[in-house]
């Protein structure tokens, strides 16, 4: 391969690797009825606790494993504050995750401004983290990092998962019909929806983890360019298949590099992405509701 | 310290007007059981808009335009969401990137690549004789754009019309039991389309009073999240139109601390106050409990018909 086609290969996959992750995290949490809209908030939380410790102990060679594992378990918290108040509040999640993921954001701008900033006190961002909180460069003179491989494992997981447990039929059982699924006697629909939360944040999270450690090795404001918000139109256009997100998350992160190579070589405007992955979204609704009409007129 | 406060008092009400034009819109649309996540888009392409009209044709013209485009971004979620009976939530949030997106791309392809220094007419601030001399409060409340004004009527407007008029009853029925007010003959669909016009007329204003009454000028993403904001100050005054307008002075309140703090010069931890009210929304969601206050249709896909 030329060096400019493996940059590019290099390019699309590190823009990828977030997309895939918050994609996964959203495409559960749709399945099973959760419509988490805070897969930001969550990576920003992640990110958080993840370059937190791996500024903190980034010479110990626990660093990397505990900084990834207490990112996603920062995701899992931040999602589950909103998981606690539907279920024993009756707060809407839709409004809840929105709320989260404000709160995230002025939460990190506070964070690398103060208790958390590099010590100079000149940028708004943390120190970088210690090199064995770093996850490895896959191929040398390129930015392709672990993280690829972590996203590519837990959709295969997630895939069979899904498939093949009862827990994944219990999940795509209460989010196609929780009151159904509560009154067959299969399911405690509280728990599995509580359980939808905090694996699509812990996914979220994680993603945050792995963007700090595999990419920007620091904690800054703007860290997520709504890679949240994407990842409803990468899950949608998978529609909802773990494997399907992964293969999206490739395609959306190829758009938004070409995107960026276009407003340089071109002069044509990168915010087209966005308009291309909103209409990917419409398009997809649109598909949905069509076919759905058709089976109901055979029907 | 009194210039401090009116200076505070009067920042607050120029941040909340924007916030409780396009949270006024939102009630309607959520009452009506829609919640309208593309709102946001409703603000940004307002925004444009005017940027785009008030140059040539003057400021009045800059806010038709501005409610114009909002209005056009709000019927085409009332396309999928009515019409397709596609899911609110998932059809908001494109609707609101598909605006971002747009308006990002017409602006630089208008204006040029980075976006020139762009410098559009705003409305000057309107004093109101004898009540604007009213000590603290009265430069706060009287001293504004004329955009501040049409708020303050639209609030006791919109609340007397939600609650006092065969429309408004239909209005908050639909949004408890769509089912229910179809069977005693209420049109749902129409009326869902209509709230949720109304919503991107007001955000659309909303957009416009960014660029006409504040900034003077276009930044991309300039809607800068205002859409969830008023959708959180919906929330917090639960819906009813009076708390709405409080619930956006609280908001408001909260980004005028901040201008406050940094004139100040000290370094206090301002971005803590600017979570505090989306964390009030999350506690007065919380501590209603036992009494749904949403409306109870909200964000279903309406089956009826």
């Not at chain 1, 359980?195 to 990419?215: D, N, T, Y």
């Not at chain 1, 044509?268 to 109901?296: F, H, K, N, Q, Y």
Request: proline share 4%; with cysteine.
């Amino acid at each position: 391969m030329t060096g400019e086609a493996l940059a590019l290969v290099s390019d699309v996959l590190v823009r990828a690797t977030p997309l895939a992750l918050t994609g996964l995290a959203v495409a559960i949490a749709f399945r099973g009825g959760v419509w988490n809209i805070g897969a930001d908030g969550q990576f920003l939380a992640g990110a958080t606790l993840a370059a937190w410790i791996g500024v903190m102990l980034g010479a110990t060679h626990a660093a990397l494993p505990l900084a990834l594992l207490t990112g996603a378990a920062a995701g899992a918290a931040w999602a589950g504050i909103a998981g606690i108040l539907r279920s024993r509040f009756g707060v809407l999640e839709v409004i809840s995750t929105i709320m989260l993921n404000f709160v995230a954001a002025f939460g990190v701008s506070y964070l690398v401004r103060g208790p958390l900033q590099e010590p100079t006190h000149v940028y708004p961002q943390t120190s970088s983290i210690g090199t064995a909180a770093e996850l490895p460069v896959l191929v040398p003179g390129t930015r392709i990092h672990a993280g690829v491989l972590i996203a590519l494992a837990l959709t295969i997981a997630a895939w069979w998962a899904m498939r093949h447990t009862a827990a994944g039929f219990r999940l795509r059982a209460t989010g196609a019909n929780p009151f159904a699924a509560r009154s067959a006697g299969l399911v405690d629909a509280e728990r599995v929806t509580m359980r939808a939360f905090l694996l699509s944040g812990a996914l979220a999270g994680l993603a945050g983890a792995v963007e700090v450690c595999g990419v920007t090795y620091a904690l800054y404001e703007n860290l997520s360019p709504g890679y949240g918000y994407t990842a409803i139109a990468v899950a949608l256009l998978a529609r909802l298949n773990p494997i399907g997100t992964f293969v999206a998350a490739i395609l959306f992160g190829a758009l938004e590099v070409a995107a960026s190579a276009l407003q340089r070589e071109a002069a044509i405007p990168s915010t087209t992405a966005t308009v291309v992955e909103a209409t990917v979204i419409l398009a997809v609704i649109t598909v949905a509701d069509w076919r759905a009409r058709r089976v109901e007129r055979a029907a | 310290m009194t210039g401090g406060l009116e200076a505070f008092l009067q920042g607050t009400i120029r941040t909340a007007t924007p916030l409780a034009l396009a949270a006024m819109g939102e009630t309607i649309a959520e009452r009506a059981g829609v919640i309208n996540i593309g709102l946001e888009g409703s603000i940004i392409a307002g925004a444009l808009a005017a940027t785009i009209a008030a140059p040539g044709l003057g400021v009045g013209a800059g806010m038709v335009a501005a409610m114009a485009a909002g209005l056009v971004v709000a019927l085409l979620f009332a396309l999928f969401v009515v019409t397709l009976r596609a899911d609110q939530i998932i059809t908001g949030t494109a609707i609101s990137m598909l605006a971002l997106g747009a308006t990002g791309t017409i602006y630089r392809l208008l204006y040029g690549q980075m976006g020139a220094a762009l410098t559009v007419p705003t409305i000057g601030t309107m004093r109101i004789p004898g009540i604007s001399t009213i000590p603290i409060v009265g430069r706060a409340l009287f001293e504004q754009p004329a955009v501040t004004y049409v708020a303050y009527v639209l609030v006791p407007l919109i609340a007397w019309w939600m609650y006092r008029t065969h429309a408004g009853l239909a209005l908050r029925a639909i949004g408890e039991s769509p089912e229910a007010a179809a069977a005693s003959g209420v049109r749902v669909a129409r009326l869902r389309t209509l709230a949720i016009a109304v919503d991107g007329l007001l955000g659309g204003l909303a957009g416009a009073t960014l660029v006409l009454a504040q900034a003077g000028t276009f930044v991309e993403g300039m809607s800068a999240g205002r859409g969830f904001i008023a959708i959180a100050i919906v929330a917090l005054g639960r819906w009813q139109p009076i708390g709405v307008a409080l619930a956006a002075l609280v908001f408001g309140a909260a980004s005028a601390l901040q201008y406050f703090f940094q004139a100040a010069g000290t370094h206090a931890p301002y971005q803590l106050f600017l979570a505090l009210p989306y964390l009030l929304t999350l506690v007065a969601l919380a501590t209603a409990r036992g009494r749904s206050i949403a409306p109870a249709a909200l964000a279903r896909a309406e089956e009826a018909e």
